[in-house]
């Protein structure tokens, strides 16, 4: 632990970087975004059956921090924004709330936000989960500025049994009732085949927030899963579409383990040209970041550079996109939750975002959490596609000082 390095310290050198992408030149980006103009017409999808109508490229709004990128997303076209009860501590809900208070614009956009589950998972603690719910949602409407939200999820459920409660259909048909929610969905990162046929077995959920960009091309389970739901009538957005952030894959550039630059349009596209999805929440961070996602909007035709770029096998592994499949676990004598740790993994280096990447970490009991691998001298789970396990969870420990454990 002599190579612990502070929060304070990580902060300050993950900024640097942070700073390399653009946040430096923003004035620079409104000028930019404002002459950007286009002859053709935003390609809209139907976000299942809820009727609400979507450009294509909306915004994930969790790692931004600037009202005035939220306003600029609205005037080029963006209509959805996708935040959460956790992200920053809340300041995110903050935020989006004043920016769209701003504008003026609440009934023309669709506002998305997710609470957790809770820590319980049995069925003797539903009441108590439901509670938390509730006042999650409150606390998440004060911050918004907004009576009712469109869309909320319950935040990264893996277990298809939690869907399963009578109470828990109940309990979301009375905020429907109540006008604090229109419709209601599921945010999932694991088991998301699983989850999504017991959201289809139901018939119940309204929308599926879904973890989905071309490094994950080979799981045709998962494809043809999102497909049936889509045609079921389920709402499909997909997040994590960029596979891992652009800073952190500047970073594999860097360090010669991807020989290329990355083609973050083409990943965008390979995404939307599965029609079963309507909309896409790129965690753009910058005008530029911005101008560029919300171009795919208008266009989905593939570049002879993209095609090159999608056909290329070796930067999708080399991407090492933990695809949250589970079967590490197997090679490690503890089962140490390590899909949960990837997560953490890619939010503290890839997405740079701390707070969340703590607010990860915690959902691991003890029993299978990081502290568990601080006695292990070398990691034996491995990866059938390519993830570095290993690596990964010694640039966690890097972060002890943290409290990671």
């Not at 890619?346 to 601080?374: H, S, W």
Request: hydrophobic share 35%; glycine share 8%; aromatic share 8%.
């Amino acid at each position: 632990m002599n190579k612990s390095i502070s929060r304070r310290r990580f902060l300050k050198e993950t900024m640097i970087g942070i700073g390399a992408l653009g946040f430096a030149g923003t004035r620079w980006g409104i000028a930019k975004a404002q002459e950007t103009k286009s002859e053709k017409k935003i390609i809209m999808r139907k976000l299942g059956k809820t009727g609400i109508r979507l450009p294509i490229v909306s915004m994930g709004v969790m790692n931004a921090s600037l009202t005035d990128l939220v306003i600029e997303s609205y005037r080029m076209g963006v209509r959805h924004f996708d935040t959460a009860w956790v992200y920053q501590g809340g300041q995110n809900e903050r935020m989006l709330g004043e920016a769209l208070k701003r504008l003026g614009v609440r009934k023309e956009v669709v506002i998305a936000t997710k609470s957790p589950m809770g820590e319980g998972q049995g069925r003797k603690e539903t009441q108590e989960i439901l509670k938390s719910i509730q006042t999650r949602l409150d606390e998440s409407l004060q911050r918004l500025q907004t009576d009712y939200v469109d869309i909320l999820y319950l935040h990264g459920v893996s277990d298809p049994q939690q869907l399963q409660w009578p109470e828990l259909e109940a309990f979301m048909n009375d905020l429907k009732k109540k006008g604090k929610i229109r419709f209601c969905g599921v945010s999932c990162h694991a088991n998301m085949s699983a989850v999504v046929r017991q959201m289809m077995k139901s018939g119940f959920w309204d929308v599926a927030l879904v973890a989905f960009n071309f490094a994950m091309a080979e799981d045709t389970e998962l494809l043809q899963t999102l497909r049936e739901a889509g045609k079921q009538g389920i709402g499909l957005i997909a997040m994590k579409t960029q596979a891992g952030g652009r800073w952190w894959q500047e970073r594999l550039r860097e360090s010669g383990k991807l020989k290329t630059a990355l083609n973050q349009t083409a990943m965008l596209k390979w995404v939307l040209q599965h029609d079963f999805i309507t909309t896409a929440i790129p965690g753009y961070t910058t005008y530029e970041q911005l101008r560029e996602d919300f171009s795919v909007a208008y266009d989905l035709t593939l570049t002879p550079e993209e095609k090159k770029f999608l056909s290329d096998n070796e930067i999708r592994v080399g991407l090492g996109f933990c695809k949250q499949c589970g079967t590490c676990q197997a090679h490690c004598p503890k089962q140490v939750d390590i899909p949960t740790l990837m997560r953490t993994h890619m939010y503290a280096f890839q997405y740079q975002n701390l707070d969340q990447a703590y607010v990860t970490i915690r959902e691991i009991t003890p029993r299978k959490g990081l502290g568990q691998c601080l006695e292990c001298e070398t990691c034996s789970a491995k990866c059938i596609h390519g993830v570095q396990i290993a690596q990964r969870i010694h640039d966690l420990k890097t972060l002890a000082g943290y409290q990671w454990c």
